[in-house]
Nanobody, 126 residues
Framework: QVQLVESGGGLVQPGGSLRLSCVAS????????IGWFRQAPGMEREGVSC????????YYVESVKGRFTISRDHNRNTVYLQMNSLKPEDTAVYYC???????????????????WGQGTQVTVST
């Protein structure tokens, strides 16, 4: 069956870095766009980034531009989110999700994604 498994979260000081991984199984990730979302306590789930399957094009929410980088390795069925210059406001549970098309949706709404991972906690604090 379709599964997405995130890893790489943890506790990091402000200014630090983490790399999240999302390993896909049960489908060929090369056929689907993959997005990263995050959800802080009491907040709505927010789209952070998305990468196309076909041309590798991507987008980022404004608050992470210049700090986060999304990439994918089709051979490993894995999508990465490199997070640099982390801030306390980046603290959240991070999820990856599948959009069942080659190209990322125009919006970044959770309902546009059909399968989700279990999430990985990222905490940025001193």
């Amino acid at each position: 069956q379709v599964q997405l498994v995130e890893s790489g979260g943890g506790l990091v000081q402000p200014g630090g870095s983490l790399r999240l991984s999302c390993v896909a199984s049960g489908f060929t990730s090369a056929d689907s766009a993959i997005g990263w979302f995050r959800q802080a306590p009491g907040m709505e789930r927010e789209g952070v980034s998305c990468i196309n399957s076909s041309d590798g094009d991507f987008y980022y929410v404004e608050s992470v531009k210049g700090r986060f980088t999304i990439s994918r390795d089709h051979n490993r069925n894995t999508v990465y989110l490199q997070m640099n210059s982390l801030k306390p406001e980046d603290t959240a549970v991070y999820y990856c999700a599948r959009h069942d098309a080659h190209t990322c949706p125009l919006g970044s709404y959770p309902y546009e994604y059909d399968y989700w991972g279990q999430g990985t906690q990222v905490t940025v604090s001193t």
